[in-house]
């Protein structure tokens, strides 16, 4: 019964390789949402999608794709993998923004080492 | 350039004293504030949140108290528990907006 789930939670790959992260919410949420915490431990919102149209689109390289094929999914497809990837990826989803709980709920992440 | 900055980036604390953990935030627009905490290898867990419309909010041993005019808010847990040790992340948003801002998370050990 887990809330937002993510897959894979570990993906090691080589430099060049194009990968994908699934990300699933079962919460009924409208909006989901891909962040990457980077070294530095910062948590940094790169994609939103609000009933499966993108809301956000901050300033990620165009590797990096988004699709979400209802409002329940939003993937993350990554071409060409650099070593500046590795990072931990979290899916997170919320109800529609404007609602009184706006709160993100967060899947487990996913650890990308790029080698 | 951080809107949501965590200073002091660890703190102990001994079993069953209070925990406070600061944040201070650079945007006037941000009106909703959250606090999350998270275990290693697990994903941030929604822990409490306030409206710029209060200046405190408690939830059991958990209270967030805003000030709004110094743009800071804290978090105090109080009795700490060694369950509490993990990273504890400040964010903000403007209500209506996706966007959350975090800060960097402090790490927080509680000692039994």
């Known amino acids: 019964d887990t809330a937002v789930s993510q897959t894979p939670k570990y993906l090691v790959t080589q430099m060049g390789n194009d990968k994908s992260i699934k990300c699933e919410q079962n919460?009924?949420?409208?909006?989901m949402y891909w962040y990457k915490q980077d070294s530095k431990k910062f948590l940094k919102i790169m994609f939103s999608?609000?009933?499966?149209?993108?809301?956000i689109n901050e300033t990620v390289p165009n590797r990096f794709s988004p699709k979400s094929p209802d409002k329940a999914h939003l993937n993350l497809h990554i071409n060409s993998l650099e070593l500046g990837d590795s990072a931990v990826y979290f899916c997170?989803?919320?109800?529609?923004?404007?609602?009184?709980?706006?709160?993100?709920?967060f899947g487990p992440g996913t650890r990308l080492l790029v080698l | 350039d951080q809107q949501v900055k965590q200073n002091s980036p660890s703190l102990s604390v001994q079993e069953g004293r209070i925990s406070i953990l600061n944040c201070d935030y650079t945007?006037?627009?941000?009106?909703?504030f959250l606090w999350y905490k998270k275990y290693p290898a697990e994903g941030p867990t929604f822990l409490i949140s306030?409206?710029?419309?209060?200046d405190k909010n408690e939830d059991g041993r958990f209270t967030v108290f805003l000030n709004k005019s110094a743009k800071h808010l804290s978090l105090h847990i109080v009795p700490s528990q060694p369950g509490d040790s993990a990273v504890y992340f400040c964010?903000?948003?403007?209500?209506?907006?996706?966007?959350?801002?975090f800060g960097k998370g402090n790490q927080v050990v509680v000692i039994p």
């Open positions: 997170a989803s919320s109800q529609v923004p404007g609602r009184l709980k706006e709160t993100q709920y």
């Open positions: 919460l009924g949420h409208d909006t």
């Open positions: 999608y609000n009933n499966k149209e993108l809301i």
């Open positions: 945007n006037s627009m941000f009106d909703y």
């Open positions: 306030i409206s710029s419309i209060k």
């Open positions: 964010a903000a948003s403007v209500r209506g907006n996706n966007r959350l801002a």
